[in-house]
T-cell receptor, first 117, second 114 residues
Framework: NAGVTQTPKFQVLKTGQSMTLQCAQD?????MYWYRQDPGMGLRLIYY???????DKGEVPNGYNVSRLNKREFSLRLESAAPSQTSVYFC????????????????FGEGSRLTVL | AQSVSQHNHHVILSEAASLELGCNYS??????LFWYVQYPGQHLQLLLK??????LVKGIKGFEAEFIKSKFSFNLRKPSVQWSDTAEYFC????????????FGGGTRVLVKP
């Protein structure tokens, strides 16, 4: 089982460049999420998609855009990268936004390490 | 907005020592509570979760956590750690209406010395 797959795993950008992080899940999950991980700050939610066709801002959405291409795929775009966006980005998925009990869990990808010079 | 606090940023232990990591959250309503672990170079994995019922939750690898509603706490424990428990541990909280849109604590790095 692939689970949640992210590409690329590593990327170096110059300030002002754009790029898209790709994420796909094969678990037929309805909800998908993008988090960034910074030392001492844990994971912070950038955007999420409760279901196909919907996206919503999380805690730190500025400088990012997302697209929920279909049920499987959820991409994160940096239109004009800034050094403050140097981070490790994690995509995650869950059965549904409100799933609980046995179905209540986020499944994470392996992360994408982005450096903006 | 809800917030999650993990009081210890770094913990160093010897093998066989007991581990307890603190987690407090601020949210007055129904919450879903999680502990995730990130081993070096790997993605986050679920250790255990609490949605309802018995406030003492047992997870994988001998970990357990206790939900104390009156203290807004969900502390993680393991009676006897192993070198392989070296990792970063994250507490996370989801509010009842959007239970899987999680707010994470800052993480605790645990180093277990052999």
């Amino acid at each position: 089982n692939a689970g949640v797959t992210q590409t690329p795993k590593f990327q170096v950008l110059k300030t002002g460049q754009s790029m898209t992080l790709q994420c796909a899940q094969d678990m037929n999950h309805n909800s998908m999420y993008w988090y960034r991980q910074d030392p001492g700050m844990g994971l912070r939610l950038i955007y999420y998609s409760a279901s196909e066709g919907t996206t919503d801002k999380g805690e730190v959405p500025n400088g990012y855009n997302v697209s929920r291409l279909n049920k499987r795929e959820f991409s994160l775009r940096l239109e004009s990268a800034a050094p403050s966006q140097t981070s490790v980005y994690f995509c995650a998925s869950s059965e549904a936004l409100r799933a609980s009990g046995i179905n209540g869990e986020l499944f994470f990808g392996e992360g994408s390490r982005l450096t903006v010079l | 907005a809800q917030s999650v606090s993990q009081h210890n940023h770094h913990v160093i232990l010897s093998e066989a020592a007991s581990l307890e990591l603190g987690c407090n959250y601020s949210y007055g309503g129904t919450v879903n509570l999680f502990w995730y672990v990130q081993y070096p170079g790997q993605h986050l994995q679920l250790l255990l979760k609490y949605f309802s019922g018995d406030p003492l939750v047992k997870g994988i690898k001998g970990f357990e956590a206790e939900f104390i509603k009156s203290k807004f706490s969900f502390n993680l424990r393991k009676p006897s750690v192993q070198w392989s428990d070296t990792a970063e541990y994250f507490c996370a909280v989801g509010s009842g209406a959007a239970g899987n849109k999680l707010t994470f604590g800052g993480g605790t790095r645990v180093l277990v010395k052999p």
